[in-house]
């Protein structure tokens, strides 16, 4: 059974960290693009970071640049998304996704996603 399970989320102050984790099971998982996303309540979801498949290329959305680190480790088949500076806008259930042939960060070229990990930031 293919899988994408996020852990890490939970309530932290302004300019506090979080480190979120997505591990992946039932799929070849160094073949895959991997991304973050994140969707805050009445908005639509939005890109906040993505990783190649070997690590090669890293991109981030402008808002969380500086900020997030996004790494995996394709050993543990998991991703991570180092959260630091946070802010009250940060506030949203982040999703991991993987793609299998789009370097892309567009939410329609991730095939398999996650069910979401609440993150709350307190101002």
């Known amino acids: 059974q293919v899988q994408l399970v996020e852990s890490g989320g939970g309530l932290e102050q302004a300019g506090g960290s979080l480190r979120l984790s997505c591990a992946a099971s039932?799929?070849?998982?160094?073949?895959?693009?991997m991304g973050w996303f994140r969707q805050a309540p009445g908005k639509e979801r939005e890109f906040v970071a993505r990783i190649a498949r070997t690590s090669s290329m890293i991109a981030y959305a402008d808002n969380v640049k500086g900020r997030f680190t996004i790494s995996r480790d394709n050993a543990k088949n998991t991703i991570y998304l180092q959260m630091n500076s946070l802010k009250p806008e940060d506030t949203a259930i982040y999703y991991c996704?993987?793609?299998?042939?789009?370097?892309?960060?567009?939410?329609?070229?991730?095939?398999?996603w996650g069910q979401g990990t609440q993150v709350t930031v307190s101002s």
């Open positions: 996704a993987a793609a299998i042939s789009k370097w892309s960060e567009a939410p329609y070229a991730y095939n398999i």
């Open positions: 039932g799929l070849s998982f160094s073949s895959y693009y």
